[in-house]
């Protein structure tokens, strides 16, 4: 089975979502002080670029 962009662009929004909730969830759970706050951000960051992943799925 050959992978395509539009295959490999599916996997990267899905492991980018899946890392950008872990690191919301480990801001929010397991560091409480300021340094939650950069985990929290990050994995904002990370949510932003899977929807970005996401829309770009068929246009390339």
């Known amino acids: ?3 395509n962009k539009n295959t490999i662009l ?3 929004t899905l492991i980018m979502i899946l ?3 872990l690191l ?3 801001g929010f759970f397991r560091y409480r002080d ?3 706050w950069g ?3 990050t994995g904002v960051g990370f949510l932003a670029n899977a929807w970005v992943f996401s829309s770009l799925k068929g246009r390339l």
């Open 10 to 12: 599916g996997w990267a």
């Open 1 to 3: 089975m050959g992978m």
């Open 24 to 26: 919301i969830g480990l």
């Open 19 to 21: 890392m950008g909730l």
């Open 34 to 36: 300021v340094s939650g």
């Open 39 to 41: 985990f929290a951000a």
